[in-house]
């Protein structure tokens, strides 16, 4: 009895050791994920196993190889532009209906960066948490791209109405300049706070979009002023009313939406 006990519970065999298990890795990680997942303490990490904004910044990037491949004199100088004089003025004289698609593929990717802090914010945020990821980024770069039009529509009425054509077009294309090079950074920076663990995300990303849109602003107009494209043939007058009008009463308006937002949070 006592000997037959002992073969029933010593059934040891010889096996490969395996020091790591695939599968069960695999499975621990699922497991893992779906419990961070259901989790609310800590809150839930809304970024997780979201793969929409990775591809948002890839095909943005795409667009920023096509614009290096398809008009390379431009990508050359608008890369350039903001820091060197020459390329400045060149990329001025070279602003022809020739390369009107270069211009529009700036803006498509200043807009779609724009957009993409934009969603971020929302992701951050308690709102439209219900709505579908990639119907929230139609959305968002939708109306991003429509807000766009609508202050450029409106710069051109400005222009008009007081008979000053040269005054939208130069101030665009050196606003252009800026927009497009501080994207560049937007873009890596916004995908490595949206992803890692930081608990005040909406904070960082708001603070963010201010420093790059008064980074931005403030640049432009800094280079409009002193770069002698308006002051050839405009008055000082025109010059004040344009940018209160245009630049810094919608800054300002934005900094007060941003402080009621945080108040409220």
């Given at each position: ?200 995300l909406r904070l960082i990303v708001i603070v963010i979009m201010v420093v790059y849109m008064m980074l931005v602003y403030a640049t432009s107009i800094f280079k409009f002023v002193f770069s002698g494209r308006f002051l050839q043939n405009q008055s000082n007058f025109i010059l004040i009313l344009y940018l209160c009008a245009f630049e810094i009463l919608p800054l300002l308006v934005l900094i ?10």
């Amino acid at each position: 009895m006592y000997k037959d006990s002992i073969l029933r519970i010593d059934t040891l065999f010889y096996a490969k050791f395996i020091p790591f298990d695939r599968e069960i890795f695999r499975k621990s990680k699922i497991n893992l994920r779906k419990t961070l997942t259901a989790s609310h303490n800590p809150p839930i990490r809304r970024n997780l196993n979201n793969y929409l904004l990775f591809i948002w910044a890839f095909v943005i990037a795409l667009l920023i190889l096509f614009f290096k491949n398809a008009y390379a004199l431009q990508y050359r100088l608008i890369n350039k532009a903001w820091f060197s004089s020459i390329s400045f003025n060149e990329f001025f004289t070279t602003q022809t209906s020739v390369f009107t698609n270069s211009k529009l593929m700036t803006w498509l990717i200043i807009s779609q960066s724009l957009a993409m802090g934009l969603f971020v914010f929302i992701k951050s945020s308690y709102a439209f948490q219900d709505t579908p990821d990639l119907l929230l980024v139609l959305y968002v770069s939708g109306f991003t791209i429509l807000l766009m039009l609508i202050n450029q529509w409106l710069k051109n009425v400005f222009a008009y109405a007081f008979s000053q054509p040269a005054l939208n077009k130069d101030y665009a294309i050196i606003y252009r300049i800026h927009a497009y090079s501080a994207s560049l950074v937007l873009l890596p920076v916004l995908l490595m706070v949206y992803y890692s663990s930081t608990l005040n995300l909406r904070l960082i990303v708001i603070v963010i979009m201010v420093v790059y849109m008064m980074l931005v602003y403030a640049t432009s107009i800094f280079k409009f002023v002193f770069s002698g494209r308006f002051l050839q043939n405009q008055s000082n007058f025109i010059l004040i009313l344009y940018l209160c009008a245009f630049e810094i009463l919608p800054l300002l308006v934005l900094i007060k939406s941003i402080n009621t937002i945080l108040a409220y949070d």
